[in-house]
């Protein structure tokens, strides 16, 4: 059991940058694909980014493209997202997410979910 615990949200203004990060209990956090989903109400959580288990491979949805980071410390088990340039439309709840198959976009194949922080862009 893995457990996957948020942090780094806040109120930012257009243009600003925050750091996300996320936590994760037990051993294996190093076996598993890491990724970051965001949800905003009434719409379906969206993809976007992962990491792979040794950081050697990334992926970003196009609306993040050059402006977020995803990186991974298998020591600290941490998992980090530094947005940058963030505009209005990055308003949402940021989820962490992992498992041993999860790769890209596909939730489906991510076993673990945090409780997700709270990220608002101001305009």
């Known amino acids: 059991q893995v457990q996957l615990v948020e942090s780094g949200g806040g109120l930012v203004q257009t243009g600003g940058s925050l750091r996300l990060s996320c936590a994760a209990s037990?051993?294996?956090?190093?076996?598993?694909?890491m990724g970051w989903f965001r949800q905003t109400p009434g719409k379906e959580r969206e993809f976007v980014a992962a990491?792979?288990?040794?950081?050697?491979?990334?992926d970003y949805a196009d609306s993040v493209k050059g402006r977020f980071a995803i990186s991974r410390d298998n020591v600290k088990n941490t998992v980090y997202l530094q947005m940058n340039s963030l505009k209005p439309e990055d308003t949402a709840v940021y989820y962490c997410?992992?498992?041993?198959?999860?790769?890209?976009?596909?939730?489906?194949?991510?076993?673990?979910w945090g409780q997700g922080t709270q990220v608002t862009v101001s305009s």
């Open positions: 997410a992992g498992g041993v198959w999860a790769a890209g976009s596909r939730s489906d194949k991510y076993d673990y």
């Open positions: 037990g051993r294996t956090f190093s076996r598993y694909g």
């Open positions: 990491i792979s288990w040794s950081g050697g491979s990334t």
